[in-house]
């Protein structure tokens, strides 16, 4: 007897419990079978374990005192949009919809973005296309010398460069019709100036691309974009144009608006009409500065189209990859959904 | 009106559906949280719990056996009324004056005499004083395993014990219940006796 209640170690007591519910399998099985088979002990013990669980099974079911139903007036309210929108499967699926159509508009603002600075950089790659510009800029037959604006001016007339005041208006410069609009008139001086404009940008310690057109040069911006020229007074024209003004040490005094005005007259085919030693003159001066001033300008043209590339290139990137985890998250949560 | 679709409507907040399912499961639930508890109004208490619980956290359901999934809400209501009891004790007048606990005794009295009904009814008495003096971790799993007959995957589901853990605690549950068993031995029916008497 006293053998029989002899206690049970815990492991063997794990043992017949896990045999007792089957859940006992391999060597283990095997082994606790055989010792079964030698032990009184344990088979004693094994029967008191089956015992005491039929009876724990023999408890009756009880009966619920009263009933749990849920009072509809208190609970029966359906539940509102955005607690059924947030519950887990549905947060997925609604964060990932959400996600990936902000990822859609961080794209196409990207993608905008990008399409703004190389239209700017075209803008200032291009060659005007407009005919009436070809025109403005065409060159009177009377005005040899302005024909050929890109030959590189002779040293010595470089040396009459001098730095205009805002309000002032170079001799000899091919001022536009009167009768072109104003930014007709800008594009038409930034085409005289552009082949300049790559000593003008070397002047500056700048890389000059092949074939770049120059923004407007300096006399025509003081001519026709007052507005901007006063906007960067302390801009890298202005230096450009001071060393330039210090490298020929000598300034002549230019005549005002009302006098070009009279020295320039619009014929009927469009061209201005000018003197040729006005033209001579003049026009070298006139693009040494334009050089200057366009390289600076040119600088801050660049400036900001490759900005607005570097933040929509990477507006775009974070879009497609914030659209990818949105896609991701939409998917797993519809898969939740459906294990429901 | 098919489970499932009790549970879909119940989703969408239908109570009336949610009630389908608690008059299935009500007297299950009760039964659990009475041998886990040991007092009926407890019992009561936790199941109600329970039951509001479910209807809140049924959007949380993902679908497996939903028995199991409420049995894992009463445990934690258990779990709580546990914590509460310890935290502020409180002897009712019934257990004063120890009275009759839901035994579900008129189920199983239809063709026994007077005697025999109080010598079953002293028997589930006794069977849950062993079951009350377990460590509460010990006396779940032996409600779920040996009353409720869940496996053991099962109860490791419901509880959130390692399989291992359900293992140990229930054989450690058993051998308590088989030292408390054997103090009453002059209760149990002869079918019941223990080998050694």
Redesign the interface.
């Known amino acids: ?1 006293s053998e ?2 002899s206690p ?1 170690s ?1 492991r063997d ?2 043992l ?3 045999y007792l ?1 089957g ?1 006992l399998a391999g060597p283990d099985k095997g082994a606790l079978e055989a010792r079964l088979a030698r032990e009184e002990s344990l088979r ?2 094994l ?3 089956r ?22 007036a208190v ?5 509102a949009w955005w ?2 929108a947030l ?2 499967e549905n947060a997925f699926q609604l964060a990932g919809a959400l996600g990936a159509a902000a990822s859609l508009v961080l794209v196409v603002v990207g993608l905008l973005l990008v399409g703004t600075g190389q239209d700017r950089e075209a803008a200032l790659l291009a060659p005007p296309a407009s005919p009436m510009l070809e025109i403005a800029l065409q060159p009177t037959s009377e005005t040899p010398a302005t024909e050929t604006p890109a030959a590189s001016p002779s040293p010595q007339a470089l040396r009459t460069a001098t730095y205009p005041s805002p309000a002032a208006t170079p001799v000899g410069t091919a001022t536009p019709p009167a009768s072109l609009p104003p930014a007709i008139e800008f594009e038409a001086a930034a085409e005289y100036a552009a082949p300049d404009m790559d000593e003008g940008a070397a002047m500056l310690g700048m890389e000059a691309p092949a074939g770049a057109a120059a923004p407007p040069s300096a006399p025509e911006a003081d001519a026709f974009m007052p507005g901007i020229m006063a906007a960067a007074p302390e801009s890298a024209a202005g230096e450009a144009a001071e060393e330039s003004q210090l490298r020929d040490g000598a300034q002549e005094p230019l005549p005002s608006p009302a006098q070009q005005k009279l020295e320039v007259e619009p014929t009927p085919t469009g061209g201005p009409t000018q003197t040729s030693e006005a033209t001579d003159n003049a026009l070298p001066a006139s693009a040494t500065e334009a050089e200057s001033l366009s390289a600076a300008s040119q600088a801050e043209e660049r400036a900001a189209p490759s900005g607005d590339d570097q933040t929509g290139t990477a507006l775009t990137l974070v879009g497609l990859a914030a659209l990818l985890a949105s896609v991701v998250l939409y998917l797993t949560g519809r898969r ?1 959904a459906r ?2 | 009106m098919q489970e499932n679709q009790l549970i879909q409507a119940a989703r969408r907040g239908d109570v009336h559906a949610f009630n389908e399912l608690v008059l299935c499961y009500q007297d299950t639930a009760f039964t659990v949280a009475y041998r886990i508890l040991g007092h009926p109004d407890s019992a009561a208490d936790a199941t109600q719990e329970a039951f509001i619980a479910a209807f809140q956290k049924l959007h949380q359901f993902r679908g497996e056996h939903f028995k199991s999934w409420l049995m894992r809400i009463v445990t934690n209501a258990c779990y709580d009324e546990l914590r509460r009891q310890r935290r502020r004790p409180i002897t009712s007048l019934d257990d004063l004056q120890e009275t009759q606990p839901a035994d579900g005794s008129s189920l199983h009295s239809h063709q026994e005499n007077p005697e025999q009904h109080a010598q079953r009814v002293e028997l589930q008495a006794a069977i849950q004083h062993c079951l009350d003096a377990l460590p509460d971790d010990q006396r779940v799993v032996a409600v779920l395993s040996d009353v409720e007959e869940y496996a053991y995957h099962e109860i490791a589901a419901i509880t959130g014990w390692p399989v291992g853990t359900v293992k140990s605690r229930l054989s450690r549950a058993r051998g308590r219940l088989r030292d408390c068993l054997r103090a009453v031995r002059e209760l149990l029916p002869a079918e019941y006796r223990l080998k050694d008497e």
Request: charged share 30%.
């Open positions: 007897m029989l209640h049970l815990e007591l794990e017949l419990s896990a519910d859940e004693v013990a029967h008191d374990l015992a005491n669980r039929q009876l724990l099974r023999s408890l009756p079911l009880l009966r619920a005192p009263r009933s749990f139903a849920l009072d509809p609970y029966g309210r359906r539940v607690r059924r519950a887990f939740r294990r429901l």
